[in-house]
């Protein structure tokens, strides 16, 4: 079974702070690890995906096999990134997606 | 590109009566499609996945009486809410997946909000 873990609900930073948002996952084969950002009132879009290793926004994730972890990082944090971020997982096959729980970014000003 | 789109973005219905709602890629053909739900303040649970010309496969407890799915073309997959109930209201999502690597990935709907009175 593939499960993804969000630790956080909630997550609160103040403008310029470095923010990380934890996603951990248990599966037993080679994942693909996904994260996806929904601004207000917006659809649900990929923020960035682990094969392609690129930072988009300014945010970066690194997939940890050893810690099951595929945290996503900013170093200074922007009032615009406030949103709800998902992680997600699909396994062997490719196609099906495995959603963590959400962590509700905050940025204050 | 790889916009996907839903219709209708809100219904409201009587319990008893039969909702469908539209998903359709705009730009790319899309093999495979997904249907979600959210509740509020939740995550998205998958609810079945659909491949062009067959049948859909259903999630374990998603009834597929009552969730039918239609994926006729490669540019629009349907799901059709049966004999609603109040407890069915939620958001239904969709998403798009193509075989294109430019499409190698979901793309999703804006979401469609069901409520039954």
């Known amino acids: ?109 | 590109g790889a916009v996907v789109s839903q219709h209708p973005s809100r219904v409201i219905c009587k319990s008893g009566t039969s909702v469908k709602i539209e998903c359709r890629s705009l730009d790319f053909q899309a093999t495979t499609m997904f249907w979600y739900r959210q509740f509020p303040k939740q995550s998205l649970m998958l609810m079945a996945t659909s491949n062009e010309g067959s049948k859909a496969t259903y999630e374990q407890g998603v009834e597929k009486d009552k969730f039918l799915i239609n994926h006729a073309s490669l540019t629009l997959s349907t799901l059709t809410v049966t004999s609603a109930h109040p407890e069915d209201s939620s958001f239904y999502i969709c998403s798009a997946r193509g075989l294109a690597a430019s499409t190698d990935t979901q793309y999703f709907g804006p979401g469609t909000r069901l409520t039954v009175l």
């Open chain 1, 1 to 109: 079974a593939q499960r993804v873990t969000q630790p956080e609900k909630l997550l609160s930073v103040f403008k310029g702070a470095p923010v990380e948002l934890k996603c951990n996952y248990s599966y037993s084969g080679s994942p693909e690890l996904f994260w996806y950002v929904q601004y207000s009132r917006q659809r649900l879009q990929l923020l960035l995906r682990h094969i392609s290793r690129e930072s988009i926004k300014g945010f970066t994730a690194d997939l940890n096999k050893g810690e099951t972890s595929f945290h996503l990082k900013k170093p200074f944090a922007q009032e615009e990134d406030s949103a709800m971020y998902y992680c997600a997982l699909s396994g062997h096959g490719g196609s099906r997606l495995t959603f963590g729980e959400g962590t509700q970014l905050t940025v204050n000003p």
